[in-house]
């Protein structure tokens, strides 16, 4: 990542320079299946958010850090940072990508002219660090209870050489209506790393939700993100991955279920700038009602990435009545000749095969298929795990896929009731 | 031997994407009788199976099922099971991300929540599922694995006999539940079914397989030709089957 010291710009300039710029376009390509919503909103200048920002109580700015263990605990160096203060905020985004005039940079931009408060983890530093290759992964658990209306929250993730990481993210709407939030994470792979992100962001039907993850993976080193998402008023999750070192890698798998009205916009875009990079992307989104849904992955590999390898799928699922619209969009843009891609997006239904198996075995239909629907997210997810289900038994993940599926169902099952 | 009827099927026609399969079949199958059904490919032996399990695309046009007095027909496939019907699938589907462990107890939960029995636990369920897989020659990963995702044909219908072993239904009906099979499971097929049937569970097996046959000792052997039974006999039907095959000559008609 390059430092600029544009990166730390303050709160006055961000909002002068995104003014300038103007918001996003309503023709925007990455952004006009799911169009986001108006600048104001994400500034708290919108009607009744006048107030909305006010500065967060809490210090920790409505992050919760649990580290699973002793072990864990010495290996990590944890910064909360204010970023109303100068100092603490060049801290607080030394070392992170300026936002340029991208559309969708100026989710960044608004980022920074909102922004109070960041945390900012060390993993695997400082004297232990050169023990850490051979060492446990360090686990962590970090969850966001919103606090404010508008929030502009930030995470800052460095993972030293060598280290292994699982960081478990989880995020709930506190007592905040209509929440507007919008996070900006950053990560760190350093070489030989590895880190397993594991998100689950389920907001509330008001929410307005934009969370950007920028990753930047060192050689050798991989970073997996794993995704369990709902739709909302407006939900996006965008991921960049920069691999401009030598055998980097990343894999991200997302489990996106939309219903009612609600909408989520998925965008994740590889960067190869160096030899053998690897970047897999794969989405499972399942819709239903009038939803609408958009699966943007974008590979852009540079000259001179010999054997570069990208993979992207997505496939968007049907699971009830109603006329949900997914967009599955596959972008690539390869400069160099010796690489290999291989993409594909797919619109289906739920496999009738297994959904009558399993109710010839007694399954009532509504069990049958929940367990289908969630074995398929399962399966998404347990990809970018080397398959390893245990994994996602050990990380808890198996309560939050099945709430996010019966909640799913559940709101086809009311619609089809209202309906009837 | 109760002799009273389990399967009472009649006069059942069933059509299959606009096309007429069934014509008319009549069979009875008394509680713990083993039936074989045989037939040249495209006669809809498996159509039968389908469309007593209530599959969606098999739409039975004329005719009666009831199974121990309940009308099959009228019921939902999950409640056709759980009335007693067990079907093993020719080609058994994936279930991707859904542990076999998981699938087999949450089924047989279901079954035994309808017979109004308690639920089985995990520990008790691993128990007896680890025990009766060793009986079938199915390894223990397999019920970590989910649902048939990367097993080969022979563990697939090992699968499909474990869950009749843990689900004990009322009658059975194995759909070439010997093809993909070795030798030895073969052997585990015919001992699982004459433990079961001994337990008083009734079968319709859908097979060619003379050896197999002949070890099960069927009640009745009845032969499927264009959607209609048109011979029923005992195990030397099976035989000249298997040494003649499913071709009928003509009836010889009187030269002048």
Known sequence: MNATNEAGLPIMAARERLAVMGWIPPRSEYFHHVPPPAADVWLGEAEGAASAAAPAADARDGWQLDIADDASRARVDVQWLDAADPAQRKTLFSDTRAPGDSHQDRFVWAHRALCQHGLRLQVGSGHAAAADAAAAPVRLALHRSALARVEAPTLIVDVAPGTQCVLMETHDSGSVDALAQNLQIHVRVGRGARMQHLRVVTPQADSRMAHQIHVDVAGHGRYDQILIGNGSSYHQQRTELTLDSADAQAYTGAALCISGQNTLDQQVEALHGAERTLSDMQTLMLGSGRARGAVNIMTRMGRGVRDARTVQMMRGIPTGGGQPRITLRPHMEICHDAVEAEHGATWGSLPEDALFYARQRGLSEQTARALIVQGMLRAQLAHVLDDDMDLIALLGLEQYLETAVATHLAAETRKAGAAA | ?256
């Not at chain 2, 462990?101 to 109004?116: H, I, K, Q, S």
């Open chain 2, 1 to 256: 031997m109760n002799a009273s009827p389990l399967l009472e099927v009649k006069d059942l026609s069933v059509e299959v994407g606009g096309h007429d399969v069934l014509k008319s079949i009549s069979l009875d199958i008394p509680t713990g009788e083993l039936h074989v059904l045989m037939g040249a490919n495209g006669s809809g032996k498996s159509t039968l199976g389908l469309a007593l399990a209530g599959h969606p695309q098999f739409h039975v046009t004329a005719g009666s099922a009831t199974l121990g007095g309940k009308d099959l027909l009228a019921l939902p496939p999950e409640k056709r099971a759980q009335a007693g019907l067990f079907l093993s699938f020719q080609a058994p589907p994936e279930i991707p991300g859904v542990r076999n462990a998981v699938f087999v107890r949450t089924a047989l939960n279901a079954v035994r929540e309808a017979r109004g029995e308690t639920p089985l636990d995990g520990f008790d369920f691993l128990k007896s599922a680890r025990g009766q897989s060793a009986e079938l020659g199915l390894p223990k990963a397999m019920l970590n694995r989910p649902v048939n995702d990367g097993f080969s044909g022979g563990e697939r219908k090992r699968n499909e006999l474990l869950q009749l072993a843990l689900l004990k239904p009322r009658l059975a009906i194995l759909d070439e539940i010997d093809s993909g099979l070795d030798v030895d499971g073969v052997r585990a097929v015919t001992k699982l079914v004459a433990n079961l049937r001994s337990q008083g569970m009734s079968f319709l097996i859908i097979s060619h397989y003379l050896q197999m046959i002949e070890a099960l000792e069927p009640d009745a052997v009845h032969r499927l030709d264009e959607g209609r039974i048109a011979e029923q006999g005992g195990l030397a039907l099976a035989e000249r089957i298997a040494e003649t095959g499913y071709a009928r000559e003509a009836p010889a008609t009187a030269e002048a």
